[in-house]
């Protein structure tokens, strides 16, 4: 899928970024810094990583500047509702960074961290997958600490399933 305008890219990711939000609301502020083993991300981790990526990575580097990832720790944000401030935040900013790309600079090369070149909206393309990833982990993290998660698309796979044709 390519992406040749970017309104609806950013009507999309809204999207995207609303469903990972449902599931960040679910993390019980006394686990937001739980961790499934020492050296792993914690729930609050991951939503800053989030947070802290999609501005100061993919959005410089679209707009063609460098990475200035800050990392993920507690110190950008402490606390669940400064954590998911945090996040509203930096989705803010970078929203205002993507609303400017015009078709032409959807176009235009941008070189990621790893040296890569490529168009600005495979990057974006790549941003999405990688909230995705993260979405599955916080997932599975709330599901180890017995916490009731939303379905993505509001059915669960059992519901799916009960409505479904026998075959």
Known sequence: ????TVEPFLDYLGRVHERTGRVAACIPPDRLEWR???????????????AAIERWMFAENVAGRPSRYPG??????EGFDAVMAYRDRMHAESQEIFRALTP????????????????AWKWLRSMVEHEVHHRGQMYLMLN??????????????EEVRERSLAG
Do not use: K, W
Request: aromatic share 4%.
């Open 36 to 50: 499934p083993r020492e050296g792993t991300f914690s729930l609050g981790d991951t939503v800053r990583h989030l």
């Open 104 to 119: 032409e600079g959807l176009q235009t090369r941008c070189t990621t961290p790893g040296g890569a070149s490529m168009p």
């Open 72 to 77: 993920h720790g507690p110190e950008l944000a």
């Open 144 to 157: 180890l600490l017995g916490v009731p998660t939303p379905p993505l698309y509001g059915l669960t796979s």
């Open 1 to 4: 899928m390519e992406i040749t």
